[in-house]
């Protein structure tokens, strides 16, 4: 008969593995990559000229391709295509005529956080999209 000893360390070991990997599995569950980004978003930035608010549109279609626009309404800017990707809770997107990025993560299904920047002199700078409708 084969007798088991007790290793409290091996124990430890794998207790501590489970918490981790329990963390884990949490963290990444909390936001499906396919969760639906679709819908209109709304962010608002600190400016010499006071508050600016910035809505993107964000579409679906019938093949799962993303296709997204902005509006500046301050700007009288509207519906400006973006070049838009949207991939494993990772948003990108890139906004052609004034050579502006935007790189950041769904982190709930309400908030969309990342960092914006340009090439016209501004310093990039957080930036959170809110969900509107």
């Known amino acids: 008969m084969r007798r088991h000893s007790n290793h409290p360390g091996a124990l430890l070991l794998l207790f501590s593995l489970l918490i981790w990997l329990g963390m ?6 909390k936001v499906s990559p396919v969760a ?3 819908g209109t978003w709304k962010a ?3 400016t010499p000229e006071g508050k600016l608010e910035i809505f993107m549109k964000i579409n679906k279609s019938a093949t799962g391709d993303f296709t997204a626009t902005m ?7 509207y519906d400006v295509p973006l070049v838009f990707s949207f991939e494993n809770g990772v948003v990108h997107y890139i906004i052609p005529q004034v050579q502006a990025t935007f790189d950041g993560k769904l982190v709930d299904p309400s908030t ?3 960092v914006a920047s340009s090439q016209e ?3 990039p700078g957080p930036a959170i999209f809110k969900r509107v409708e």
């Open 44 to 46: 608002e930035f600190d």
């Open 24 to 29: 884990a599995c949490a963290a990444f569950t």
């Open 121 to 123: 002199g501004a310093e």
């Open 36 to 38: 639906d980004i679709t």
């Open 112 to 114: 969309i956080e990342g």
């Open 71 to 77: 509006d500046a309404p301050a700007f009288g800017a």
